[in-house]
């Protein structure tokens, strides 16, 4: 299982950035897809997540309204669109998937569980 993801880097405070994440190893097509992030000496939370037909979206309070998250599952793909950053969205990025159901998949609650997949992370750093 491979989750690789792109697109992170140094932008302005207000400025934009997509992160990429391109999955192999897992039938990505029934798989709920979620990005977190990391931020130095904190612990990881939840940005967003998407189900696997890519209807139903989820996103963390302090990101709503800014990011969004989207898949194409032709290319075994998942997106994380971000506009408006602030220096306080600047941490590591992790895409990740699960195998179960929306319903079951703690991605639908904003968590995850041993069973997460996880790609390698992505650094986006926001400069105020």
């Known amino acids: 299982v491979q989750l690789q993801a792109s697109g992170g880097g140094l932008v302005q405070a207000g400025g934009s950035l997509r992160l990429s994440c391109v999955v192999s190893?897992?039938?990505?097509?029934?798989?709920?897809m979620g990005w977190f992030r990391q931020a130095p000496g904190q612990e990881r939370e939840f940005v967003a997540a998407?189900?696997?037909?890519?209807?139903?979206?989820n996103h963390a309070d302090s990101v709503k309204g800014r990011f969004t998250i989207s898949r194409d599952n032709t290319k075994y793909t998942v997106y994380l669109q971000m506009t408006s950053l602030k220096s306080e969205d600047t941490a590591v990025y992790y895409c990740?998937?699960?195998?179960?159901?929306?319903?079951?998949?703690?991605?639908?609650?904003?968590?995850?569980?041993?069973?997460?997949?996880w790609g390698q992370g992505t650094q986006v750093t926001v400069s105020s």
């Open positions: 190893g897992l039938t990505f097509r029934n798989c709920v």
């Open positions: 990740a998937a699960d195998s179960s159901s929306w319903a079951r998949s703690p991605f639908s609650r904003g968590s995850y569980n041993p069973r997460t997949h």
């Open positions: 998407i189900s696997d037909s890519g209807h139903i979206r």
